[in-house]
């Protein structure tokens, strides 16, 4: 990625979204030319000179301070997620050459395999690139669709843009897949070099225009829980409370769990997608041969 026009794009784009009725400033007038704030006010606001933030919002973030880069989190109103990707530009910025080209992680320690089997709900291990490295027979059970091509890694990005059943198991299919597309966002900025995730957003680019669409708004999102509803080929409908688990010792890769509210609909279905996982060899190939009626009998 070029860090200047990243840098660029995400300050001009956070600007944009701030009226100065949000930012506590006076309206003088209706001739203004832009529905957001402009560069001078967001200067006053940081508490830095227009030149100054003129020049960091053309993408120069060389040698700027912390306190400089928090106070224009700050006039900008920026989230936690938003705060860390800016935080991310400038270290890239700082780093330059000098930051390593290197791809994602593409193994875990098999003491990670057995973590994920030990865990009584669908869990799976993915790296930085959205690769799913290892799975639980739970998840993948859950995951069926993505394990069907048994010839190519699993990855939950190509999936949700260039997969078309992914529409029908993600009942909220254009949330989730904004959150995709937001997660690789923040990925790129801490990351610029990462050949992997440059090329995967490259292939996304090209091939969906939806991807495009949304990698174009600089939206980016940090994934630590989320609510999914899903829709299994096999036991239907289900509520699932995912958790994102950073392996501290593996740089990188996140163990992602899935659980439900206890005695609920989706942990019927939970505990069928586990009773058909185990009896059924080709649970986690894709098959859709078990009669989902059959869990109600």
């Known amino acids: 990625m070029d860090n200047r026009a990243e840098v ?3 300050l001009t784009s956070r600007r944009g979204r701030i ?42 973030l060389t040698g700027v301070s912390e306190s400089v880069l928090a106070a224009l989190a700050g006039a900008l109103q920026l989230d936690e997620s938003e705060r860390t990707h800016l935080f991310d530009l400038a270290r890239a910025a700082n780093a330059g050459g000098r930051q390593r080209r290197t791809g994602p ?3 875990f320690r098999p003491g990670v395999q057995r973590i994920l089997d030990s865990i009584g709900a669908p869990a799976y291990v993915r790296n930085n690139r959205l690769d799913l490295l290892g799975v639980n027979r739970l998840g993948r059970a859950l995951l069926s669709d993505l394990y069907a091509d048994e010839s190519s890694r699993p990855n939950l990005a190509r999936y949700m843009f260039l997969d078309a059943r992914s529409r029908d198991f993600y009942v909220q299919w254009e949330t989730v897949a904004k959150d995709t597309v937001a997660a690789l966002r923040i990925e790129a900025g801490r990351n610029p070099y990462d050949r992997g995730v440059t090329d995967l957003i490259g292939e996304l680019s090209t091939r969906s225009e939806e991807f495009r669409t949304w990698w174009a708004s600089h939206n980016v999102r940090l994934h630590r829980t989320s609510i ?3 829709h299994h080929p096999v036991i239907g409908d289900l509520e699932l409370t995912g958790e994102a688990l950073e392996l501290p010792g593996d740089t990188g890769l996140t163990i992602i769990t899935y659980t439900v509210e206890p005695l609920s609909a989706s942990a019927e279905a939970l505990s069928f997608l586990a009773s058909w996982a185990t009896a059924d060899p ?3 190939t894709g098959s859709r041969a078990v009669d989902p009626s059959s869990r109600s009998q």
Do not use: I
């Open 105 to 107: 992680k593409q193994h």
């Open 228 to 230: 999914k509803q899903m």
């Open 19 to 60: 009226t100065p009725e949000q930012a506590g400033l006076p309206l003088y007038g209706s001739n203004r030319r832009v529905t957001g704030l402009r560069r001078e006010e967001v200067a006053m606001l940081a508490g830095v000179s227009t030149d100054y933030y003129v020049r960091l919002e053309r993408g120069n």
């Open 282 to 284: 080709n649970a986690a």
């Open 8 to 10: 660029r794009d995400f």
